[in-house]
């Protein structure tokens, strides 16, 4: 049975809390904790991705959807009913969650590359209907207007304060899924991963457990979609589109998709090679990231989180 290993969580929780103001003492990084918000928002989708892919052996080309999806119905519903945001991005992961089931329970009876196929038709429509239905989602052009967030009177309208708050929810979706994979759910995932037969001779129901975790790997994209709506103000279609849930397979590919720590990890080293790092290459961009997903493909089959043990088996030979 897995066990949560306490020491790497608090150190890691320890950097994430100084991470901020130790930036702002270094001029050179000054810009990091906005690109961070970025990839916590991302880390929630990928921690989803992972559970659902690296567990559950689903493959999904469709989550970039399911972000836009909560991204557009806290936007909506803002900017054009002011409605409470944290009202909004409750909806939002409610809409993603019945939508998750309408497109999980025909979809996750497929297997390989025919699910994959299913579930990037599913994200190509939804990104039709954000760039066609302009009376809703403001089409091509995008809707603006996006109120940020606020509790209690206390305002998130500064980029440290916006921070805190993904990196919150990034932790507390972090321990659970954490603790759903040493549960007996977990254990029933790997099971199905490894043998979808061999479970159901052992009394797994199957399509229950990929519907299930289809539909929280939908919640948390549209969580992550929501923040990103009222930290950006802005939405428009070309966030969501394929290229996106390509680069989100990424992410967790090169991370390493059998470890919610390799999930994080994608998550950081995609956002800054975004971001920061490969704006030099323009429109070429797309071809540096086939090149390192084949890399990590062929010398890295396991990501990065992988990589300590195969230092650690050229020092024994």
């Not at 990231?289 to 043990?309: A, E, K, Q, R, S």
């Amino acid at each position: 049975m897995l066990r949560i290993r306490k020491l790497p969580i608090a150190i890691f929780a320890l950097l994430m809390v100084v991470f901020p103001w130790v930036a702002g003492k270094i001029s050179v990084v000054a810009n990091y904790p906005d690109l961070m918000v970025f990839a916590g928002i991302y880390c929630l989708i990928t921690i989803g991705l992972s559970l659902l892919m690296g567990y559950g052996g689903q493959i999904s080309l469709g989550q970039a959807a399911f972000f836009g999806i909560g991204a557009y119905v806290s936007g909506i519903l803002t900017a054009n009913y002011g409605l409470n945001p944290w009202f909004c991005m409750l909806i939002g992961m409610m809409v993603a969650a019945v939508v998750a089931v309408a497109v999980g329970v025909p979809s996750l009876k497929l297997r390989g590359h025919y699910l994959a196929m299913a579930t990037l038709a599913f994200g190509i429509i939804v990104f039709i209907v954000f760039n066609e239905e302009v009376e809703w989602t403001g089409g091509p052009d995008g809707m603006s207007d996006i109120p940020g967030l606020s509790i209690f009177g206390f305002e998130f309208d500064s980029i440290e304060k916006y921070y805190y708050l993904v990196w919150a929810f990034v932790f507390a979706a972090f321990i659970f899924t954490i603790n759903v994979i040493q549960s007996r759910a977990g254990r029933a995932l790997r099971a199905i991963h490894a043998s979808s037969a061999a479970s159901s001779a052992m009394g797994v129901d199957i399509s229950r457990y990929k519907i299930v975790v289809f539909i929280y790997s939908a919640i948390l994209a549209s969580l992550a979609g929501s923040l990103y709506a009222h930290y950006m103000n802005f939405i428009n279609p070309s966030t969501f589109d394929l290229f996106f849930s390509i680069k989100l397979i990424i992410m967790i590919s090169l991370g390493g998709m059998h470890d919610i720590w390799g999930a994080i990890i994608g998550a950081f080293l995609v956002t800054f090679l975004s971001f920061e790092w490969l704006h030099f290459f323009e429109e070429f961009e797309v071809i540096v990231y086939g090149i390192i997903l084949l890399v990590v493909t062929i010398f890295l089959p396991d990501g990065l989180v992988g990589l300590p043990g195969i230092v650690r088996g050229w020092f024994r030979k």
